[in-house]
């Protein structure tokens, strides 16, 4: 028989399980649906979880056998009968699985793979979809609040925690929370120190404190005047928006980034595709759920989009001697098209 | 020769480091200091990190390879070239690194062993103590907040919300901050729901959003009588008391968790020493620094304080029928004795 195993502390784990956990492991099988956790979480699991079947240590014989070894070996043995038991020959177990009870697992098929729940959790219920829209409205809140406040002179720092508090106040957090200014824009992932001037790209990406789902929303704001800075937004913002208008259920990942490249590469800038030191030099989005960056990829893939998929569209251009811009969005798959779930004007001038 | 190798995501890359990156592995070894990170991270790597020497991805051959095989392979294979090429033969990795580099090490003698950053961790440096301090005096802080509000019929969950507002304004952040009241306090890790009644035990761990130290502090007020859960909190109080009272350097961690069993045991309660399931049913503390939990663990093992180490002494107890009681410092271990760092009062009316 063949078992999936994964372990808390991810996404994964609670995605497939509806309950965080510690030192817990979750196998799935065609026969077999089976938490193992630490004995005094077990009354927790059997409530909080969707699991049916919760087994504790003890029950494995882990806490018998560590009278007799080490913790690791103990554990890794208890699994090894466990599984034995069940009559379990092949075990997959996805690639960040804990090393230690993978090599214990002698005498198992052992194989590395995808975990299944990424690629399942990229298609969004419909519960989860309220989730993530409720976050994105907040996100964009913040980004009003924080377009009131922004001005040239006051600190990258002081924006950045105000916006933060903000969030935290309405039951979201966000961290890392990009507001950049001046040329250091043109490093993509730099959060933003010193004044504010010329041109503040800021990037907020909070989760929620209750569910878990997480937004992700940029805009450049123009605060003085910059001409080459706002060709590179007017061709961002035009990149985005054909990017948005290609989306729908069937076509694949690389068409979405292909249609956002080819606007940038219309007005002479650098994509990817022609390897590009600077201009746009990221991918066109990323899935957004229970993590900020989860499946898909919008990228250099044949993936096809399904409908209920939630994912950003970010075009941004970055030169150092000139800085950058980025715009961003995150939507939603439908049949025939896409939703924008952080919906706001692209052009922002303070 | 031979080589650790750890993985980035983890408060030891971070300790190891002093940087945060994705996708990022440090090697360590008598010749060696060497992070590998994605080609976009080298710069900040370089700056940001206290190791020397910084590899790309693309200068150990990842991108090249990348073009034949997928991206797992092309990694591994990659790190398996760099590790020879250094001379390497022997790969220690610690119990929680990827599988799937583990599994692919072959040709290499891979041994799992305990991380040993978490070993050097355990004892603060003179700068890291000052940040704990700094958490914990925001922490004791907030406690004082939070005694000022807390009152019959409010709820757990608005005073929960509450003091970790205050702590996110003063730059900590809070999370599932216990408050919890009634009978309900008898589930040691449960975070506390509905009103307040009978006495309510507020458990604080936040971590400063700057330089991430935590710090950990519990204490039960009592808000109406009740002469039995009075009696266990007197106890209690006691117990941490003489915990505290016995750590110096030199002594072990198991002598600390008897002193503070030998008092619970001695008003007739049962501790884990007598394989209670009600009672003091867990260990006496844990080291506090990058992470909430961390070594050394003060329970049953015959490891030996130094000056230096940050831990808590929380003891509690816990019977279904009457609800639960718990009180915690953490305190820093000095040459003969120790300092309480989240000094307040022990017992504490509403």
Chains 1, 2 share one sequence.
């Not at 009870?101 to 959790?121: C, E, H, M, T, Y």
């Not at 061709?235 to 990017?243: M, N, P, S, T, W």
Request: hydrophobic content about 40%; some cysteine.
């Amino acid at each position: 028989m063949l078992v999936f195993i994964h372990h808390s502390g991810t996404a994964n784990f609670y995605y497939a399980t509806g309950i965080k956990l510690e030192s817990s492991y979750h196998a799935v099988g065609k026969k077999l649906d089976i938490l193992i956790v630490p004995d005094m979480e077990k009354e927790r699991a059997i409530k909080g979880s969707r699991v049916k079947e919760v087994l504790s240590y003890s029950e494995i014989g882990y806490h018998e056998r560590r009278k007799d070894m080490d913790a690791r070996s103990a554990f890794v043995e208890s699994l090894k009968v466990f599984l034995k038991e069940k009559g379990v020959k092949k075990v997959q177990i996805p690639p960040d699985f804990p090393a230690y009870i993978a090599l214990g697992l002698k005498g198992f098929d052992v194989q590395v793979v995808d975990n299944p729940f990424s690629k399942k959790r990229a298609v969004k219920t419909a519960e989860e979809l309220e989730k993530i829209r409720e976050t994105c409205k907040a996100t964009v809140d913040a980004f009003e609040f924080l377009k009131g406040i922004v001005k040239k002179g006051r600190s990258c720092e002081e924006l950045r925690e105000a916006v933060e508090l903000f969030l935290f106040q309405k039951g979201f957090i966000a961290r890392n929370t990009i507001v950049a200014s001046s040329k250091l824009t043109a490093l993509p992932h730099f959060i933003g120190e010193g004044e504010v001037e010329g041109h503040v790209i800021v990037d907020i990406f909070p989760k929620s404190r209750k569910h878990g789902y997480y937004a992700d929303f940029t805009r450049t704001i123009l605060i003085e005047p910059e001409p080459e800075i706002e060709e590179m937004l007017k061709v961002v913002i035009e990149a985005k928006q054909r990017g948005i208008a290609v989306i729908r259920e069937g076509i694949t990942c690389r068409e979405v980034h292909n249609a956002v490249c080819e606007v940038i590469e219309s007005y002479g800038y650098h994509t990817l595709r022609n390897k590009a030191k600077e201009g746009f030099i990221h991918s066109t989005g990323h899935g957004v759920g229970l993590e900020v960056h989860e499946e898909p990829k919008i990228f250099e893939s044949d993936d096809e989009l399904r409908k209920g998929m939630v994912f950003t569209v970010e075009p941004g251009l970055y030169y150092k001697n000139v800085g950058g811009v980025r715009v961003e969005d995150t939507v939603v798959v439908k049949k025939g098209g896409c939703e924008i779930l952080t919906s706001y004007p692209d052009w922002v001038r303070a």
